[in-house]
């Protein structure tokens, strides 16, 4: 069965500073995997998926996020983050012939002015 | 024109009532989806349908029946609700294998 981890429960960063959040997959096969964002009291929003060819994908907000099949890996970087991109972000790999999405436990992301 | 719509955005009720959840999505998509988010923010699949067949059925209890008219609706109906039932109930739906597109959330209170 597929999992995914975001090893950072909660990280800050000063607004205009650059971002990573991680993220691990575990999946037997080519996986499709993506990077969702919650704002407070909201819904999902879909940020960027990768499904096959290039491994660095370039998403809204000015996200992308690169798949390393090696690490097991599909980071989310931003090179300068604003005050409003203080959410929660989710990773999430679909595998399996019912296309089932699995999270990770999410990161949470807040912006110092 | 929201794409997946739920109703309704808030629940308060009391243990041992029963209760629905109604979600709708004008995409086109063939397959919809029910997810709870605990307190942590967990986000786990408890459901999916495609084409109005049950493709997809976590562990949850029996309680909890999903209930598809047609391929537009994905209707949750909860039984006997508990305190451990509170959380937030997304719906979601896609044309696979692609993104799921996900609605604005149902937040479920029982007291």
């Known amino acids: 069965a597929q999992s995914v981890t975001q090893p950072d429960i909660h990280i800050t960063v000063s607004e205009g500073a650059s971002l990573e959040l991680r993220c691990n997959y575990s999946y037997g096969a080519t996986p499709y995997l993506f990077w969702y964002v919650q704002s407070p009291g909201q819904g999902l929003q879909l940020l960027l998926k990768y499904f096959s060819g290039d491994t660095l994908v370039q998403g809204i907000k000015g996200f992308e996020a690169e798949f390393k099949r090696s690490q097991s890996s599909f980071n989310l970087r931003k090179p300068s983050v604003h005050w409003s991109d203080a959410a929660e972000y989710f990773c999430a790999v679909v595998g399996g012939s019912n296309y089932k999405l699995t999270f990770g436990k999410g990161t949470l992301l807040t912006v110092n002015p | 024109d929201t794409a997946v719509s739920q109703t309704p955005k808030y629940l308060v009720t009391q243990m041992g009532n029963d209760k629905s959840i109604k979600c709708e999505q004008n995409l086109g998509h063939d397959t919809m989806y029910w997810y709870k988010q605990d307190s942590k923010k967990f986000l786990k699949i408890m459901f999916s349908y495609n084409n109005k067949e049950l493709i997809i059925n976590e562990t949850v209890p029996n309680r909890f029946s999903p209930k598809s008219p047609d391929k537009a609706h994905l209707n949750l109906h909860i039984n006997s609700l508990e305190l451990g039932d509170s959380a937030v109930y997304f719906c979601?739906?896609?044309?696979?294998?692609?993104?799921?597109?996900f609605g604005p959330g149902t937040r479920l209170t029982v007291t």
């Open positions: 979601a739906s896609s044309q696979e294998p692609s993104e799921q597109y």
